[in-house]
């Protein structure tokens, strides 16, 4: 059996990746961030012609039905996304504005909020963001706090969960409502934006009431997680390939660094352990594609072991720098920065292996 992606999947990574050096280049993404808002949104996403590009790349709207304006592609497609903007530093949340939260109202929302809301997500003239919490319901009109929000200062609406099994609600939220304030998070990782919602009776629009809420609640998280652990892939192997490029101009002792056997066995050894990852994060995207019975379990342990590989290549590749690897000037702190967000968010390793153990 040939596991593996298809010509178009390939095509696809390809052309992403070429767009992505030629428009939105690490040195771009490094001038934007170099400008010291590190308070501020998602910059791309607070990029229109940015943001309009990626949707001409089709990437936006990758797994939203053709209907609406997307591609009505799978995850594995997405996971070639979100891998080619982990390599490239891309800042989107895209594992929220392009899958979590617009699949969620692909699947709950009614017919007016899907073709009010989702063909401007996959031409990037709308971003939705997609958070969960505890919040109090009163005639239409919500009360509570949502924590560690993406895209909290550019999202135009916010597709909201609360309660869990049978109790699950699900609400769209439009960025000017009444009652809505919202407070960005300093980030460690400033690719991409955090932040908190706090809502005071505040309006929302239910999402449609029913039994399978809560299966979809979580089928699209798990989505989202595939989404992370591929963004990390991207992360380190690029991470990877600038530590060896750099250990091999890199002098020391009238020697260039890439000759020491110890360096060469940092280098080798990361990439041994992520080629793996590479697999596994295929196939939980194909297992979620196919709604296989093993989907959830093994997306749980991605992300798991995602967390710690990515963690230790990282780790290992900014080593290669020596004291240089974690200042401003050098790239690698920025992928080490991105891999700590994806390990923590949707759940961090101990979190996602007892999660494991209960399917």
């Known amino acids: 059996m040939d596991f593996g992606l298809s010509p178009e999947q390939e095509l696809l990574r390809d052309s992403l990746r070429g767009w992505l050096a030629d428009e939105l280049s690490i040195e771009r993404v490094r001038e934007t961030l170099d400008n010291g808002d590190a308070g501020a949104a998602s910059r791309t996403a607070g990029d ?24 009505g592609l799978g995850l594995l497609d997405a996971v070639v996304v979100a891998t080619e903007m982990g390599r490239a530093l891309t800042t989107v949340s895209y594992h929220s504005a392009c899958v979590s939260a617009p699949l969620l109202l692909a699947g709950a929302g009614s017919a007016e909020q899907k073709s009010s809301w989702l063909p401007g997500v996959s031409s990037g003239k709308l971003l939705l963001s997609f958070a ?17 929000v993406p895209d909290t200062a550019t999202a135009d609406a916010f597709v909201v969960v609360s309660g869990n099994g049978s109790e699950a609600r699900a609400w769209l939220v439009e960025r000017n409502a009444a009652g809505l304030q919202a407070r960005d998070y300093h980030n460690i990782d400033i690719t991409r934006q955090l932040g908190e919602l706090q809502l005071s009776d505040t309006p929302a629009e239910a999402l449609a009431e029913s039994d399978e809420l809560a299966g979809l609640v979580a089928r699209v998280s798990d989505a989202a997680r595939v989404v992370l652990a591929a963004d990390s892939f991207g992360a380190c192997e690029r991470a990877l390939e600038e530590a060896i490029e750099y250990a091999g101009v890199r002098e020391q002792f009238g020697r260039v660094v890439a000759s020491f056997q110890a360096v060469k066995h940092m280098c080798a050894e990361t990439f ?57 000037e050098c790239n690698q702190q920025l992928w080490f920065k991105r891999v700590g967000y994806n390990r923590q968010a949707l759940g961090g390793p101990v979190a996602e292996r007892a999660r494991a153990l209960s399917l």
């Open 272 to 328: 041994a352990e992520l080629e793996p990852l590479r697999s596994l994060g295929w196939y939980a995207a194909f297992a979620w594609d196919e709604q296989r019975d093993d989907a959830a379990r093994t997306v749980a342990l991605l992300k798991a072991h995602s967390a710690e590989v990515s963690t230790r290549s990282v780790m290992t590749t900014t080593q290669v720098y020596g004291g240089m690897g974690f200042t401003w």
């Open 48 to 71: 229109a012609s940015a943001m309009q590009g990626l949707a001409g790349q089709g990437v936006l709207g990758v797994m939203l039905p053709e209907e609406h304006g997307g591609a």
């Open 132 to 148: 969960v919490g505890e919040l109090e319901e009163r005639d239409g009109a919500l009360t509570g706090e949502l924590r560690f």
